[in-house]
């Protein structure tokens, strides 16, 4: 069983940046495709991006192309999420969460849509609030 840990959320002013981490713990003699959501404010949750288990392959939602980028360092089981220009829409608690519970070797791959359903393990959340 997995444990997912996010952090590095805060308040931020537009254009500004913020790295999150997701710290992975548990199992992790197997790795797995990280995914990164997000839910504002009276919105259903969206997924931002992906990250294969090597971290060689990566998705992102349109909204976030070209401003956010995601990557991993399996040797410190944590991954991570790079947003720059940061606008008021980016305002939600962003979730991560691994593609656990799926046969070999689809969990470490990335959907081609990021979805709630593709992802067995999630973390707590971190708050995300761009404001000036």
């Known amino acids: 069983q997995l444990q997912l840990v996010e952090s590095g959320g805060g308040l931020v002013q537009p254009g500004g940046s913020l790295r999150l981490s997701c710290a992975v713990s548990?199992?992790?003699?197997?790795?797995?495709?990280i995914g990164w959501f997000r839910q504002a404010p009276g919105k259903e949750r969206e997924g931002v991006s992906c990250?294969?288990?090597?971290?060689?392959?990566?998705n992102y939602a349109d909204s976030v192309k070209g401003r956010f980028t995601v990557s991993r360092d399996n040797a410190k089981n944590t991954a991570y999420l790079q947003m720059n220009s940061l606008i008021p829409e980016d305002t939600a608690v962003y979730y991560c969460?691994?593609?656990?519970?799926?046969?070999?070797?689809?969990?470490?791959?990335?959907?081609?849509?990021?979805?709630?359903?593709?992802?067995?393990?999630w973390g707590q959340g971190t708050q995300v609030t761009v404001s000036s």
């Open positions: 969460a691994a593609r656990t519970g799926l046969t070999f070797p689809l969990g470490r791959k990335c959907p081609p849509e990021i979805t709630e359903p593709d992802f067995g393990s």
């Open positions: 548990g199992n992790t003699d197997e790795y797995y495709a």
């Open positions: 990250t294969s288990s090597s971290g060689i392959m990566t």
